[in-house]
C-alpha cells in the first residue's frame, strides 16, 4: 500500500495535506542529490539505499549504573541521517533489552512523518500467546509514535521450519490478524527477517508461490562472506536466498553487511590488499558496495553507533559506484581468507542476553575476534612478541569483561544457543576460549 494511499483509508487530512507530490511515487519531501534512492517497484517508495539499524543505539550508564541509550546522541545521529538522504529505520521490541523502539520514536517523531519509513518486526519469541503477540504489536504504535508501519516484519523465522512458523504465527491468529491490519492500512508492507536453511527457506517460498502468503518484502543476511561462505546446515548461502528471491521479484532488505562488524574492521593482511586497490576507501565501504550492486536490493541496514561511521557510510552511498565483475572476484578471495581466521562468528546482536549466570557473551566474543582482528592474538609461545601478545590479550580481556562475566562462568546450561540467529554453538565457543585464556595463563601454547 502507498502513503497516499492508507491516508486516504485513515482520514488522516494533516498527514495528506504535507504528503510530498513526487511524480506519484512516495518519497521524502526532499532528497539529497547524492544519497543513492533505490524505488519499491511494487509501491513507489523511494527507499535510501542505506538504512539506519536501531539495534546498536549508542549507550551510556543512568544514576544507578544500569545501561540506558543515550538519547542527546541518538538525536543528533537521526537529525544527521535524515538530513543526509537516510529515510529507512528499523528496530524491533527485542532490541536493546526492550529500549530500541522507544529511542527510535522520540527521535523521529521531531522529524514529519512523511520523511522517513519505519521498520519494525513482532518478536513474540518468548511468549507467543495471541493475547501477549498483540500487545507487543500495539505497543509499538506506542514507544514509535506513529499511526503505521510501513514495513512490518515477521522476526527472525526459519529455524525449525514451518512448525515452529506456525507455533508463533498461525495457531495463535496472528498471521490472520496482521493481514487484516494490512488491509486497514496500518502495516503498509508485510515481511519477515530470515536465518536458517536453504530448504528453510524454500518452505517460505512455497507459500509465496502457493498464495498462501504474499511477502510483500523479505530480508535476509548477505555480505561478501555469507555469500558463499555461510554454514550451510544452519544458514543458508546469500548468493541462493538472493537468486530465489530475485526471480520472484520480491524486494529485498539487507542485515548483517558488515557481519557484526567484522567486516570493517578486517586483519591487517586484508586490509593491505584492499588499500593496495583503493587507497582512500574503507573496509566497510567494499563490504557496502557488494551488497548495493545487486539490484534487486531495496535498503542496507548499518547499525550505526556513532557519528563516525555514519558520516562515512553516507559518503560511500552518496558517491556510490557498483563492483566490477573482476572487484566481486577480489572480494571472493578476500572472504576465502576470512574464514581462515579462527573467529567466531558473532555479529554483536545481543540476542543472547541477559545470561542467567552473568556471562558477556557477546563481549567475550567480540574481545576475541578484535585480538584476531588486529593481528594481537598470541598462538605459539615460539612466536615472535610471545610475551607482549599473551600479556595485551590478557590484560585487555580484563579491562573489556569484568572477571565474573568471563568465558570461564559458563556452566554450559544451553539457555543462550536457541536465541542465536547465527546458530552459533555458544557454550562450546566460550569453553574455547576459557581454554585459551588459561593456555595463555600456564605457557600451554
Given at each position: 500500500?502507498?502513503?497516499?494511499d492508507?491516508?486516504?483509508?485513515?482520514?488522516?487530512?494533516?498527514l495528506?495535506?504535507?504528503?510530498?507530490k513526487?511524480?506519484?511515487?512516495?518519497?521524502?519531501?526532499e532528497?539529497?542529490?547524492?544519497?543513492?534512492?533505490?524505488?519499491?517497484?511494487?509501491?513507489?517508495?523511494?527507499?535510501?539505499?542505506?538504512?539506519?539499524?536501531?539495534?546498536?543505539?549508542?549507550?551510556?550508564?543512568?544514576?544507578?549504573?544500569?545501561?540506558?541509550?543515550?538519547?542527546?546522541?541518538?538525536?543528533?545521529?537521526?537529525?544527521?541521517?535524515?538530513?543526509?538522504?537516510?529515510?529507512?529505520?528499523?528496530?524491533?521490541?527485542?532490541?536493546?533489552?526492550?529500549?530500541?523502539?522507544?529511542?527510535?520514536?522520540d527521535?523521529?517523531?521531531?522529524?514529519?512523518?512523511?520523511?522517513?519509513?519505519?521498520?519494525?518486526?513482532l518478536?513474540?519469541?518468548?511468549?507467543?500467546?495471541?493475547?501477549?503477540?498483540?500487545?507487543?504489536?500495539?505497543?509499538?504504535?506506542?514507544?514509535?509514535?506513529?499511526?503505521?508501519?510501513?514495513?512490518?516484519?515477521?522476526?527472525?523465522?526459519?529455524?525449525?521450519?514451518?512448525?515452529?512458523?506456525?507455533?508463533?504465527?498461525?495457531?495463535?491468529?496472528?498471521?490472520?490478524?496482521?493481514?487484516?491490519?494490512?488491509?486497514a492500512?496500518?502495516?503498509?508492507?508485510?515481511?519477515?527477517?530470515?536465518?536458517?536453511?536453504?530448504?528453510?527457506?524454500?518452505?517460505?517460498?512455497?507459500?509465496?508461490?502457493?498464495?498462501?502468503?504474499?511477502?510483500?518484502?523479505?530480508?535476509?543476511?548477505?555480505?561478501?562472506?555469507d555469500?558463499?561462505?555461510?554454514?550451510?546446515?544452519?544458514?543458508?548461502?546469500?548468493?541462493?536466498?538472493?537468486?530465489?528471491?530475485?526471480?520472484?521479484?520480491?524486494?529485498?532488505?539487507?542485515?548483517?553487511?558488515?557481519?557484526?562488524?567484522?567486516?570493517?574492521?578486517?586483519?591487517?593482511?586484508?586490509?593491505?590488499?584492499?588499500?593496495?586497490?583503493?587507497?582512500?576507501?574503507?573496509?566497510?565501504?567494499?563490504?557496502?558496495?557488494?551488497?548495493?550492486?545487486?539490484?534487486?536490493?531495496?535498503?542496507?541496514?548499518?547499525?550505526?553507533?556513532?557519528?563516525?561511521?555514519?558520516?562515512?557510510?553516507?559518503?560511500?552511498?552518496?558517491?556510490?559506484?557498483?563492483l566490477?565483475?573482476?572487484?566481486?572476484?577480489?572480494?571472493?578471495?578476500?572472504?576465502?581468507?576470512?574464514?581462515?581466521?579462527?573467529?567466531?562468528?558473532?555479529?554483536?546482536?545481543?540476542?543472547?542476553m541477559?545470561?542467567?549466570?552473568g556471562?558477556?557473551?557477546?563481549?567475550?566474543?567480540?574481545?576475541?575476534?578484535?585480538?584476531?582482528?588486529?593481528?594481537?592474538?598470541?598462538?605459539?609461545?615460539?612466536?615472535?612478541?610471545?610475551?607482549?601478545?599473551?600479556r595485551?590479550?590478557?590484560?585487555?580481556?580484563?579491562?573489556?569483561?569484568?572477571?565474573?562475566?568471563?568465558?570461564?562462568?559458563?556452566?554450559?546450561?544451553?539457555?543462550?544457543?536457541?536465541?542465536?540467529?547465527?546458530?552459533?554453538?555458544?557454550?562450546?565457543?566460550?569453553?574455547?576460549?576459557?581454554?585459551?585464556?588459561?593456555?595463555?595463563?600456564?605457557?600451554?601454547l
Open positions: 500500500m502507498k502513503r497516499r492508507f491516508i486516504k483509508i485513515s482520514g488522516a487530512a494533516a495528506a495535506a504535507c504528503a510530498p513526487v511524480a506519484g511515487k512516495n518519497a521524502p519531501a532528497e539529497p542529490e547524492n544519497m543513492l534512492i533505490r524505488e519499491n517497484p511494487r509501491n513507489g517508495d523511494r527507499v535510501s539505499a542505506l538504512g539506519f539499524g536501531c539495534m546498536r543505539w549508542p549507550m551510556i550508564k543512568d544514576d544507578k549504573g544500569h545501561d540506558i541509550i543515550d538519547q542527546e546522541a541518538v538525536n543528533e545521529m537521526v537529525d544527521y541521517a535524515i538530513a543526509h538522504g537516510i529515510n529507512y529505520f528499523d528496530t524491533s521490541p527485542a532490541y536493546l533489552q526492550g529500549l530500541s523502539e522507544k529511542a527510535a520514536g527521535a523521529l517523531s521531531r522529524h514529519p512523518r512523511e520523511s522517513y519509513y519505519i521498520a519494525t518486526k518478536s513474540n519469541f518468548g511468549d507467543r500467546s495471541k493475547e501477549a503477540s498483540i500487545r507487543m504489536y500495539y505497543d509499538s504504535f506506542k514507544q514509535l509514535k506513529t499511526e503505521y508501519f510501513d514495513y512490518y516484519l515477521l522476526h527472525s523465522i526459519g529455524r525449525g521450519g514451518r512448525a515452529a512458523f506456525n507455533a508463533r504465527y498461525v495457531e495463535n491468529g496472528m498471521l490472520d490478524f496482521l493481514r487484516k491490519e494490512k488491509e492500512g496500518r502495516i503498509r508492507n508485510l515481511g519477515f527477517s530470515f536465518h536458517g536453511s536453504a530448504k528453510e527457506f524454500d518452505g517460505f517460498m512455497e507459500m509465496y508461490d502457493s498464495g498462501e502468503m504474499v511477502w510483500d518484502f523479505v530480508q535476509i543476511e548477505m555480505n561478501y562472506v555469500w558463499r561462505h555461510a554454514d550451510g546446515k544452519r544458514n543458508a548461502n546469500a548468493e541462493y536466498l538472493y537468486a530465489e528471491l530475485d526471480k520472484r521479484e520480491i524486494p529485498i532488505v539487507i542485515m548483517e553487511p558488515l557481519l557484526g562488524g567484522r567486516l570493517a574492521n578486517v586483519p591487517e593482511g586484508i586490509v593491505r590488499q584492499m588499500k593496495e586497490r583503493e587507497p582512500d576507501k574503507s573496509a566497510a565501504s567494499w563490504a557496502f558496495r557488494f551488497c548495493a550492486t545487486y539490484p534487486r536490493v531495496l535498503c542496507i541496514l548499518s547499525g550505526m553507533t556513532n557519528m563516525t561511521p555514519l558520516k562515512e557510510n553516507v559518503q560511500t552511498f552518496g558517491h556510490f559506484k557498483p566490477t565483475e573482476e572487484e566481486l572476484a577480489f572480494l571472493e578471495q578476500m572472504a576465502i581468507q576470512m574464514k581462515e581466521y579462527p573467529m567466531v562468528n558473532c555479529t554483536d546482536c545481543k540476542y543472547c541477559p545470561c542467567p549466570w556471562v558477556n557473551i557477546p563481549g567475550v566474543f567480540q574481545h576475541y575476534n578484535k585480538a584476531i582482528t588486529d593481528g594481537t592474538y598470541a598462538q605459539s609461545t615460539e612466536q615472535k612478541n610471545y610475551n607482549k601478545l599473551k595485551a590479550y590478557l590484560v585487555s580481556y580484563d579491562r573489556a569483561v569484568e572477571s565474573l562475566r568471563q568465558a570461564d562462568r559458563c556452566i554450559t546450561c544451553g539457555e543462550c544457543v536457541s536465541h542465536c540467529p547465527q546458530s552459533i554453538p555458544i557454550p562450546r565457543e566460550l569453553r574455547r576460549i576459557a581454554r585459551y585464556v588459561e593456555d595463555l595463563k600456564q605457557d600451554r
